[in-house]
């Protein structure tokens, strides 16, 4: 009675074991490094788990409809697959663009150094079984009678895979190896997006500063009521106020996503004309023009609409592109630092660095040393509720602490040289303030992010009268469409695109 029933759903019952044992050998890595300690937050793994199991079994009932289909393409699949569980096991790996482009364009990506015995046993072992499969499926047949409960099947898993992962912002396809769908897609978009017609601003700039290091560091999430100088009531910010920075805590960010923010803040756009954020390039070309060697120092893989303004600096150098934004795995702005230091070495008198910190990013532990944990406790798991709220903040105060830590390193780097620094940070935060968690709620809480600025000795005995315009301006209610024309204008570039009525370097008019 069983066997006749097996043999008769002979398909169905194959697919069955085929996903069980992928879903476990290619799909359970991607939960190692999830931090879970509440009944709530497993449960919501093990749903994760069981629809990415979903949308295994659609790939499956797809390949294996043609025996010759499925001989070809499935062992290829799993060999992908099980390569990049490895990593993802090891080192919680993400496939995206960033990965993929420094595989192929440089040698950050020490292929060799990952090689190991257990990498190439676990790819056998997955293999073998894939070929079993492939021999197996050739002794079964896709009967008539199968036809409508595959097809069921197929519609019902891939509706429930595709329907969350749209519900949960890609949540599922964000993991591998469904990523890789992701990743060719964001290949496809940003060769777009390359190719998109914006228009280079500044071509005819020209600077007056003889030797000058600008650098804008962009912060991430840091809003600036967490700042003591800011008006937090925990120092989180000891060195910048020791350097004594000049505090701007009224700027306003119209946008409350890294994207749309840095869109806004690096080209001409304003709240009344936003046209610029989406036709033109950025002040980096601006910077070339007038004679800098531009470099994008970044601890945040470059998100494919930035690519544009990225690609107009001379030297991009993205930190560890292997760990997402995304990941659970640490990786530290303090890592940006030796970079950092190569690059005011080089021999170039005028230098602008942007640095893109991965700063106050969420899953906030991963963004600072266990030593920078000072207010505890810290998380334990991702909840956003208001029962996590004390460790979320103590967690966020951490890295900005960090953040603090990092800065003054960077500023030890170019503090005798004729330097200055804008710090600005992207956007704000929310900690359950009306609902709203995280950032791109366009809640206030997250349209005040931290914004100072510093200058080196040289550059204030050269350069007084602009120190003095930065340090009147410092309570100015403005936004952060400022960035273009001060960062320019402190640069001593001169250009037609300039506004200098919109430049903090500009004195204020008496009233
Ligand atoms: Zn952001």
Known sequence: MMRAWISKYSLLVFLVFLTIIFSILILVPNYRHFPVSTVPEIILVVLHYGLSTLGLLA?????????YI??????LFIFLSSLTAFFVWHIDISINLALIESIIYTDVWEVSSYLSWKLILYILFCCFFAVLFVVFRFKIRLTRLQILPLTFLFVFSSFLFILTNKLRFNSLLQRAPFAYYLSINDYLESRKELSQVRILVGDDSVSEADTLITVLVIGEALRSDHVQMGGYERLTMPNMEERGVIYYPNIHSPHTHTVSSLRYFLTRSTESNSEPMFQEGSFINAFKAGGYYTSWLANQNPLTPLRFFISESDTVIVNRPEISDYSNMKKLDSELIPYFKDLVAEKHPLKLIIVHLAGNHWWYNKNFPDSFAIFTPILNNRELSDNNRERMINSYDNI????????????????????FMIFLSDHGQSFGEDGNWLHANDAPTEQNPACFFWFSDSYGLRYPEKVEAVSLNSEKQTDTSFLFHTILDGSLITSSYLDLEMSLFAKPSQP
């Open 59 to 67: 790939i499956f009932i797809l390949l294996s409809l043609n025996k």
């Open 70 to 75: 499925f001989a070809v393409l499935f062992p």
């Open 400 to 419: 900005t602490l960090f953040v603090d830590y990092v800065l003054n390193e960077l500023i030890g780097i170019i503090e005798d040289k004729s330097a």
